[in-house]
């Protein structure tokens, strides 16, 4: 069993609805989380990173952390077409030297004008 | 802003041959990594350097080795080319006091025929 699982899609949303992609995990050590956006033939882009539990906003852009239940969601509001891509979170147990990021596979997002 | 640039964005070598992949990062980060990212399996860390000189093993370093002389570049050796090593394959660097916060090249599409 993979130690992160994203919600596969893919997910196709009109303009302007909220977009939720998620992610769990089940390494109780992990501590930080992070969303990238990889455009298509693109490397991946860091959009946000959290420490711990709770929520953290960024314009349209909300992360939120539930390590009680191992769950990490993203919400994107007012969703554009700009925003399709492919969305990867990311889990790292330390910050420093030896902390590795375990990647989830990606959620490919398409927004339809 | 950072810039992680890689040496091939194509490349198509016969099974057998010695390959090279070169990452060059112009932000003085101390670390970098490899990482290959397949359909299904995501990204999966090959080998990471937090120092000139200094590797560590990821997560699936067989049939790869790395070389990294100067800070700012890391080398990715595929000793003798395999079927299997088709993919695409990622740079990426980081402050040493945030590992978390990983910026990428563009990738390099390797197809071994």
């Known amino acids: 069993q993979k130690e992160v699982e994203q919600d596969p899609g893919p997910l196709s949303v009109p303009e302007g609805a909220i977009v939720s992609l998620n992610c769990t995990y089940s390494n109780s050590a992990f501590q930080y989380f992070m969303w990238y956006r990889q455009y298509s033939r693109k490397g991946p882009e860091l959009l946000m990173y959290t420490y711990s539990s709770g929520n953290k906003e960024d314009g349209r852009f909300t992360a939120q952390v539930d390590k009680s239940s191992k769950y990490i969601s993203l919400f994107i509001r007012d969703s554009q077409p700009s925003d399709s891509a492919t969305y990867l979170c990311?889990?790292?147990?330390?910050?420093?030297?030896?902390?590795?990021?375990?990647f989830g596979d990606g959620t490919t997002l398409t927004v339809k004008p | 802003d950072v810039k992680v640039t890689q040496s091939s964005r194509y490349l198509v070598k016969r099974t057998g041959e010695k390959v090279f992949l070169e990452c060059v990062q112009d932000?003085?980060?101390?670390?970098m990594f490899w990482y290959r990212q397949d359909p299904g399996l995501g990204l999966r860390l090959i080998y990471f350097?937090?120092?000139?000189?200094?590797?560590e093993k990821g997560d699936i370093p067989e049939g790869y080795s790395v070389s990294r002389e100067k800070k700012e570049r890391f080398s990715l050796i595929l000793e003798s080319a395999s079927t299997n090593q088709t993919s695409m394959y990622l740079c990426a660097s980081s402050l040493s006091g945030s590992n978390c916060e990983q910026y990428f090249g563009p990738g390099t599409r390797l197809t071994v025929t």
């Open positions: 990311a889990m790292s147990a330390r910050r420093t030297n030896a902390g590795k990021s375990t």
């Open positions: 932000m003085d980060h101390e670390n």
């Open positions: 350097s937090y120092d000139v000189k200094m590797k």
